[in-house]
């Protein structure tokens, strides 16, 4: 085990024990998630795995902090970024491809119907409420994609945030992010409204003096964002609602371009241009819902997603790159109270379409799906079980299910087990890229990805002091490769991959006098069965460790990060690792201070003994990662 690991599981101990002291703050029982099940439940009685983030640890990250940074500070999940901030962003729940995440935005999904990956750089964490993560497989209640898990993320509404807020702050790098949002609530009329703009001259992205894009600049973005939200309550049983968010960023980029004419076979020029890629993600929605009958909710839902990219070309004289993805989504989804807990009744439909520059021979597919679930508890007993069937225009039907048990050992002590399947549709890119010679191009013969996982976990919770530890085993078939021809480097995806991927997770947190102690870790075995080779950007240990005092104004903490070595860029024909990445270890600070009722004043130090990590490499390629930065601001909040 890494050095840094064995002193991570040496601290778990510790968070385990119960606090000897009492604790005046709101317990965890009171956390309420829809993730887990599609409907209300509090926390602690959720058979699946899942954390929360909420709104206090969104802001103690701070603005030098990317929303996958944040994540892979959680239990479980690990984060890829090919440069520094504004570059693409991927994470890994339990091992598992990033494209085998669900994400979604006020329930929308955003994601590139090309690529199939979501640009969560893109959303910035001031515009985030609270976030659900759900570990373990979830197609059964969401469809595609929802292999590792779901993150869900909810912005801020009118309804829960405060009536005038503003912050401003600076840092190294020239990082800047500025905020102003406003919320009222007029009778059962409620409303929000919040901008942000936020930029960093960033670093060198890359640092290979011999790579044909190497270019010695700096590599920053610049983001705008917008959301919009009104809310009308008629009763208890009736509301209206409707919301827009629209983040757009340009990002620069460290590249090259291929000129043909050059003799005799061409060569790669423009280095020392400064590439830029736009990029816009936006998300609408409208709801209605109401209760027919006492024990019926009904909740009616029409929204829209759009993920939007330009850059130029890679080939001279090529016109500029643009890829545009427009998900319809439309959800009945039904609540209905039995005698013994509750039904889950859904339709959806989700129309995907592509508009590009490149000629994809289908543009458009349709998925119609139908949900069913029914959750109960019975004195010590909680069951959950859930079945989806989703009917893809490209390839067909595709069933999934969950079936979930918990059960309370003792007042503070519970167990709960559930095995499930999961599946990932094809991407558009794998299915129809335009055949491009020397390039290669996709295959419409393609079939879904699969998998099968189970898992066990024992918790432990009483007041603020809580521990768990979870087993899992997940099996995946029919994953999608790309592979290249040797003597045409015609590159075609196919389903040949499988990959097998156990683990145990662990996590605890507790309150000592002003101490908040939480600490977790991830032990796994993420394997390529066919190479048994460990798959790339993936760790086997990794984990994270923070102490948080509070005091009357004051609130200041630690963070310690620990990644395990990894292996990227395996070889194009053998799929062995071929790039091995050292372990790391990441410290951090932060502080707050409230000045007045309305006022504080906040600051943060990422990486403070400035290490030199890896998080993506190439045999040809050194990306660069953040030394230490520092970042300081004020905050302006009117309840």
Request: aromatic share 10%; hydrophobic share 35%.
């Amino acid at each position: 085990m890494n050095p840094r690991l064995k002193t991570l599981a040496a601290l778990l101990p510790i968070a385990l024990a119960p606090s000897a002291f009492a604790v005046d703050q709101l317990t965890y029982l009171d956390q309420v998630v829809v993730t887990a099940t599609r409907q209300t439940q509090r926390a602690n009685e959720a058979i699946a795995d899942v954390t929360i983030i909420d709104k206090e640890e969104i802001e103690q990250a701070g603005a030098t902090t990317t929303l996958a940074e944040l994540l892979g500070r959680s239990t479980g999940i690990e984060f890829g970024r090919a440069g520094g901030h504004g570059a693409d962003e991927s994470i890994f729940i339990r091992g598992t491809n990033s494209g085998h995440a669900l994400i979604l935005l006020d329930g929308i999904r955003v994601n590139s119907a090309t690529t199939g990956a979501t640009a969560i750089q893109m959303i910035p964490l001031s515009q985030i409420e609270r976030i659900e993560v759900l570990r373990g497989p979830a197609s059964a209640l969401y469809g595609s994609d929802a292999i590792g898990g779901v993150i869900q993320i909810f912005t801020r509404s009118g309804s829960d945030a405060p009536r005038l807020a503003m912050q401003a702050g600076a840092g190294s790098a020239s990082t800047y992010e500025t905020s102003l949002s406003h919320a009222n609530r007029m009778g059962n009329f409620s409303y929000g409204i919040k901008a942000g703009l936020s930029g960093t001259q960033g670093i060198n992205a890359i640092e290979s003096p011999n790579y044909p894009g190497y270019n010695a600049d700096k590599d920053g973005y610049r983001n705008s964002n917008l959301n919009l939200n009104a809310n009308y309550r008629f009763n208890a049983g009736a509301e209206v609602g409707a919301g827009f968010f629209n983040s757009q960023t340009v990002s620069r980029y460290d590249g090259y371009q291929w000129d043909p004419n050059i003799l005799p076979f061409g060569g790669s020029v423009n280095a020392n241009h400064n590439y830029e890629m736009k990029h816009r993600t936006a998300g609408t929605y409208a709801f209605a819902t109401f209760t027919p009958t006492s024990i019926w909710k009904s909740n009616l839902r029409i929204a829209q997603g759009i993920d939007w990219t330009e850059s130029p070309e890679s080939v001279i004289g090529d016109p500029i790159s643009v890829f545009k993805t427009t998900q319809n989504q439309y959800t009945w989804q039904n609540d209905i109270s039995l005698p013994l807990g509750t039904l889950l009744a859904g339709l959806e439909r989700l129309e995907q379409e592509v508009d590009s520059s490149k000629d994809f021979a289908v543009k458009s597919r349709s998925i119609n799906s139908a949900v069913l679930g029914w959750n109960a508890s019975l004195n010590a007993h909680s069951i959950q079980v859930n079945t989806r069937r989703d009917d893809n225009s490209q390839f067909g039907q595709h069933q999934t299910w969950l079936a979930g048990y918990g059960f309370h050992i003792a007042p503070a002590w519970r167990m709960a087990t559930s095995v499930g399947t999961a599946f990932k549709a094809p991407t558009m890119n794998d299915l129809y890229f335009p055949t491009t010679p020397g390039v290669g191009g996709g295959n419409a013969n393609l079939r879904p990805e699969e998998s099968r996982n189970a898992e066990f976990s024992l918790r432990y919770q009483q007041g603020r002091d809580q521990a768990r530890i979870t087993y899992f085993h997940n099996k995946i078939r029919n994953l999608i490769e790309w592979t290249t021809d040797p003597n045409t480097f015609f590159s075609t995806p196919s389903n040949v991959g499988q990959a097998r991927i156990k683990g145990i997770e662990l996590s605890a947190g507790t309150v000592i006098g002003n101490w908040l102690l939480n600490a977790n870790a991830t032990f796994q075995d993420p394997k390529d069965l066919d190479t048994g080779e460990q798959l790339r950007r993936r760790a086997r240990a990794f984990g994270n460790v923070s102490a948080t005092y509070v005091s009357g104004p004051l609130k200041a903490g630690i963070e310690w990060k620990m990644v395990g070595a990894r292996y990227d860029d395996p070889h194009w024909q053998t799929r062995m690792n071929q790039v091995r990445m050292d372990s790391y270890s990441l410290t951090n600070l932060f502080g707050e201070y409230t000045v007045a009722r309305d006022w504080s004043l906040f600051a943060r130090i990422d990486n403070l003994f400035d290490k030199n990590y890896e998080i993506a490499r190439s045999q040809s390629v050194i990306y660069g990662t953040p030394g230490i930065t520092a970042f300081a601001g004020i905050r302006y909040t009117l309840q």
